[in-house]
């Protein structure tokens, strides 16, 4: 099993920045791909940034030039660095990540709790 845990939601005025993380632990033999994608109140979840083993980055453009997401593969952990947030940022947002457990031959996803992130003055 793995789990995910998500950290760093929370209130922030227009213009402000926050950091989300979201460490994976358990029976981990290898990671993938991980990502962020966020939901907001009556809409679909979408994807907001992922990135690669190998550190290839992809972000959804209403992110782009403003979010960085980044990952340490030593701890298992991804990041979302969010500055110059908008209202229109407002979501719960959740990572996203691709595992190989022990005992396993392929990747499957797994999905954190998700962090409020609301944007607001």
């Known amino acids: 099993q793995v789990q995910l845990v998500e950290s760093g939601g929370g209130l922030v005025q227009p213009g402000g920045s926050l950091r989300l993380s979201c460490a994976a632990s358990?029976?981990?033999?290898?990671?993938?791909?991980m990502g962020w994608y966020r939901q907001a109140p009556g809409k679909q979840r979408e994807l907001v940034a992922s990135?690669?083993?190998?550190?290839?980055?992809n972000y959804a453009d209403f992110v782009k030039g403003r979010f960085t997401i980044s990952r340490d593969n030593a701890k298992n952990t991804v990041y979302l660095q969010m500055d110059s947030l908008k209202p229109e940022d407002t979501a719960a947002y959740y990572c996203?990540?691709?595992?190989?457990?022990?005992?396993?031959?392929?990747?499957?996803?797994?999905w954190g709790q998700g962090t409020q992130v609301t944007v607001s003055s």
């Open positions: 990135i690669s083993k190998g550190g290839r980055t």
């Open positions: 996203n990540v691709e595992v190989r457990t022990l005992g396993s031959t392929y990747y499957r996803d797994y």
């Open positions: 358990g029976s981990i033999i290898s990671i993938n791909d």
